[in-house]
């Protein structure tokens, strides 16, 4: 991205993370973490949440690592911090995350590309108690037009493969207001052993149809 939406995507950022005080065992709300590569016309995937229970329920990423790196990013506001946390966060997602190999690696291995070329939101920034049956819709469509809505302007993707049907909503609501509609799909529900070859398939299909722009 150029640097003026860097700085602005930067400041959304910080908006997310002081956005509000939630529980400590629930830690901070979670920014988005774009890769240093990613530009306008790139890949994103957009997952629901960040994660549910409190911290101490034995957790698949080191959250004690995690919540330090946002505190610093919280503290500053710089892109340093920023960096800091997106580091951390691409470093525990391919050695801890359970979703790593089942989803996100098998994606990026259709796509061809890295991490550090595509960008991961979630379109409810904090952790929840007991996952997505904690949401509303009267609370979800304020929170996405705040924080996700804004993001997708500036990021400005090609295409969005979304995880799981609250991602999905947050897509339509977004393509019902913006002149320039975002294509997605969502990554198939099934079994662990059949998602990771949907996902190499699904990546192998976004490659082929915008080779042109990656």
């Known amino acids: 991205m150029i640097s003026s939406d860097w700085n602005e995507f930067i400041k959304l950022q910080h908006d997310i993370v002081s956005s509000r005080e939630v529980h400590p065992r629930l830690g901070l709300?979670?920014?988005?973490?774009v890769g240093k590569n990613y530009s306008a016309g790139g890949i994103l995937i957009v997952g629901i949440n960040p994660g549910n229970g409190n911290?101490?329920?034995g957790l698949d990423l080191d959250e004690t690592k995690v919540q330090d790196c946002l505190s610093e990013f919280k503290f500053s506001g710089s892109l340093d911090d920023y960096t800091s946390y997106v580091n951390e966060m691409h470093r525990q997602q391919v050695s801890s995350w359970a979703r790593w190999t089942r989803f996100t690696g098998a994606l990026l291995e259709g796509l061809e590309l890295t991490l550090n070329d595509v960008g991961w939101l979630n379109s409810w920034k904090?952790?929840?108690?007991?996952?997505?049956?904690?949401l509303s819709i009267s609370a979800f469509r304020p929170h996405i037009?705040?924080?996700?809505?804004?993001?997708?302007k500036v990021l400005k993707p090609q295409f969005v493969v979304t995880h799981g049907w609250w991602a999905k909503y947050a897509l339509e609501e977004f393509n019902k207001i913006s002149t320039t509609k975002i294509r997605n799909q969502d990554i198939p529900q099934r079994g662990s052993g059949s998602a990771r070859q949907d996902a190499i398939l699904l990546g192998q299909q976004i490659r082929a149809e915008y080779s042109t722009n990656l």
């Open 145 to 152: 037009k705040r924080f996700i809505f804004n993001e997708l």
């Open 126 to 134: 904090y952790r929840t108690l007991n996952g997505s049956e904690d």
């Open 29 to 33: 709300p979670q920014p988005s973490w």
């Open 55 to 57: 911290l101490d329920n």
